[in-house]
Each structure stands twice: as structure tokens, then as C-alpha cells.
């Protein structure tokens, strides 16, 4: 059985079309790479976010903050490191680090809520909780 | 009644996020611009894209090319001119051309198939047939 | 000639390339729309971004946050309300708000710091300075 | 000493954001994909765009076709494998092919054309032409 993690890293190489004319990564590109770093963040716990959503469940974002250190260009290899900072049966705290050889580039964080098909809040099914905050242990990953 | 029409055109003004390191607007955008110019065709036409996924019906791009003659760049305001080439119960097939200040920059083609929810083709209702060829006239636009 | 505002709105279609797979505007996608909105801003008091750049001036995005309310969705015209809360000379603040039918869907803040060529923190020239507070009025926008 | 090669394969796992709103990877992002294609070609003979960009030197896109057969959706692997068709000191044609499980998904095609920084069409400088052709064999790679 796979532990829940509360933490994964994800390299990433900058693609051309990804900078602006300024020849950096472009900002909005970040929520992007947050959003690939959540999703091999349920991978490590046994979660195919594909599987929720088939199943009629959606993580939708509602608020999201980035602050931006030191510029990245096309061709950079960046090093993500995405956390659960909180997980209830609603919604997920994440935050996020981007660095290269050490060096810290960029911070973020960002509130999920989880909606139905409708919509509207829901709530995490059993299983789900399970896998990603252990059977064992109940409480919340904070 | 809205009188179904061959060529629309749309003026668009170049996002800083649209453009590359290089300066341009970058070539995959191209397509996103062509997409825009197909909803501002149908919508002349007196028909909502959006209602007809609603319908369950999607046209899907099966091929696309173009031809980049002069670069776009960061805040140019172009024009885009789309054209229904030939209509079909089950494929469009378009053209696509922008200019500015009447000099030609890029030439494209492109061709849709319409699927139903199930993601095989699909034939067009009377109804749509109608609004985009015109219902006296039945005959295809080419 | 023209005078500073503080303010301006510019009402944009969502493409559907702008869209994901929830149907939803992706929310990257809305800090594209908050750069157009500094851009049309910049225009309003007669200052063309693009110019800036050409004089070796580049505003970059030191942080940002957005609280999503409500989606928002393929073919929806909103209006983004893009305000400066605060202007320096090396650095602004800016402030946004998207509205559909008077209902408010979308809040975010920036600050942007102005950099050379060689992407170190420079200050307004004076030309620039005046065009953006006013020229008798010198005090901050705030 | 690197053998200039003609073919190289990658696999990439599609982003959410580069979903539509029918669930399918969006066909303008495909060209995103044959850059990186490009990028990765490049580098297998030893070289490395950006500095290609360095010394001045840019490959503009002149035009390009791609045929989608079947679509690819959220989080699904694929392989891109990028040919280089042709290459004479000025231009280089691409060719590219898009599998999962060995079914062809999809296939393109691009003329890419050498400029400098003033953005007219200029040779590729010996060393470079060495490394992408080979010193001994000084053939066009078709």
C-alpha cells in the first residue's frame, strides 16, 4: 500500500513558447507548473486526479498567491517542490517552492475547494481520504 | 432572420503573454487567434458555438495549416479574416488570413469534423443547416 | 493633452482555448487578462508599454494573488476593472476586479517593480513620471 | 565527439491547462510540443538553442501542418518523435509524429527558416553546421 506523502519535487525544463518577450518565464506560466506539481502530488499517494474527476469530483481553485524572487528563462531546468500545508474534507492547502541549483526562485501557495458535477462543495469520499491522509492515522496532514 | 455569410473579420490586439523570447507572437497562438475568427463566423451566422456543445455537438480540428509570411509583434492590432470554404453535413473546411494596414502576414487552412458526445462524426441538424447555408439555397457554400 | 487615470475597464471574450477540461476559464489564464488590463491602463494615460521597452524599461511581476469567486466560462464577456493603488518610481501596485452583469466573479492585486536591460531595479524618467501622476499634481496616486 | 543525429523521441504526460473544454488536448498546444521536440533534437547533436539565440542567431517557424487522427487527453504519456527531413544552411524541414502504445495519434510537419537579429534569413555558421551535419559527411542529412 502506498503512504501518503505531504510533499513531492518535480523537475521542469522552461519550453520556448512558455517565455514572454522579455525572455523569461512568463508569470502566469507558474500556476501551470503548480498545477502539474499538484497533480504528481496525488500520484506519489496512489491518486489519479483523472480518477476524481471521472468520478464527478473536481479540485477547483480559489485563491492562489505567488511571489516572484529571481527570474527563469527557456531552457532552465527548475526543481518544484509542492506541499499539502492542510487537507480537510473541503479543501487543501498547498504551497510551493521553485528553485535551481539551490537557490530559491519562487513561492507560492494556493486554496482548493473540492465541487461536484453541479458545482457545489463536496465532500472527499472514504477511500480517497484514506489514500491520502493514511487509514491508520486520521487527522489531517497538519 | 440572419442571413448566413461566407467571411467575417475580427481585429485583434496582440497579448504581452501571446509573444516568445523572440519578440513575435508565437506561432502556436496563431491557431488560438483562427479559433476565435471560427465563433465570430458562426455567431454571424446567428449560431452560438457554445450552444451547440450544449447540444453535444463539438467540431473537432482535423487538420490545420499555415503559412507565416511576416512576424506579429507585442500590441499590433491585426486582422483576421475567416472564411467558410466548403460546408458539409459532417466537415468544414476553412481559410484563414491576417493582415495589417492591408499586408498580408499569414495564411492559413484548417478542417473540422463534428463529433457527437460519444466522439464519432456526426451530421448537422436541419435547423443549423439552415442557419449556416441558408434555407432557400441548400446548396453547400462553395 | 492627457490626463493620469487611475483606473480603466476593458471587456474581453473568453476564447476557448482559454478554457480546461472542467469547462471553466483556467485560472492561469486570468493573470493574462489582469496584463492586459495594465496595458490598456498604461494606454489610457497615454503611455504605449511597448515603448517603455523600447527605452530599455521593463515593468516585471514581483508577486500577485487572486480570489476566484465564481467560474467563468467559454464565450462570457466580462469587464476587468484594472486600478493603480499605488505608484512609486520604481515600483506600482495595482489592483483588479472581473464583472459579469455587475456581479463580481474575480479579485486580485500586483506589484510590479521596473527594471533595466540589465534586470536590475531602475526609476521612472520624469517624461514618464508626468504622463502617469500629472505634471502639476506630483504627489502618488495613492 | 557527438554524431549528429536525425531522429530523437520524448515522452510528455499533457498538463491540465492544456486541456479544452471538450477534455482534449488543445490543438494549438501540439506545436508547443514539436518545439520542444525541436529543442530536445537539437540538443542530442550537441546543441543548444538558447545559445544559438546568444550569438544571434534565430529559427523562425514558416510554416506548418499537423493532422490530428485521434485525440489525447489530460495526463495521458505520449511519444514525440521529431525527424529532421532536410536541412541546407539556411533552412531545416521537421517532420513529427505523436504515438501512445505504439498508435500514431497524430503527424506534422515545419519549415523552419534561419534569421539574424535584424530578422533576415542568414547561413549557419561552420561549427554549428559540423555538429547538426557532420565534419567528414558534409551532405544534407536527406
Excluded: N, W
Excluded at 518535480?10 to 512558455?18: C, G, Q, S, T
Excluded at 486526479?49 to 469530483?57: K, V
Excluded at 480559489?62 to 528563462?73: H, L, M, N
Amino acid at each position: 500500500m502506498i503512504k501518503p506523502v505531504r510533499s513531492t519535487t518535480v523537475d521542469i525544463r522552461v519550453r520556448y513558447a512558455e517565455t514572454d518577450a522579455m525572455g523569461y518565464l512568463h508569470h502566469a506560466q507558474y500556476l501551470v507548473y503548480f498545477e502539474q506539481g499538484r497533480t504528481e502530488l496525488l500520484r506519489a499517494c496512489g491518486v489519479r486526479y483523472r480518477d476524481l474527476e471521472e468520478r464527478g469530483l473536481f479540485y477547483v481553485v480559489a485563491k492562489v498567491d505567488v511571489q516572484f524572487r529571481a527570474p527563469i528563462r527557456y531552457d532552465d531546468v527548475v526543481t518544484l517542490k509542492t506541499t499539502t500545508e492542510r487537507l480537510t474534507p473541503v479543501r487543501v492547502d498547498h504551497s510551493y517552492e521553485i528553485t535551481r541549483s539551490g537557490k530559491l526562485l519562487t513561492e507560492g501557495r494556493s486554496t482548493l475547494v473540492l465541487v461536484g458535477r453541479d458545482g457545489r462543495p463536496t465532500t472527499l469520499p472514504d477511500d480517497l481520504r484514506g489514500m491520502l491522509l493514511g487509514v491508520a492515522d486520521d487527522s489531517p496532514l497538519d
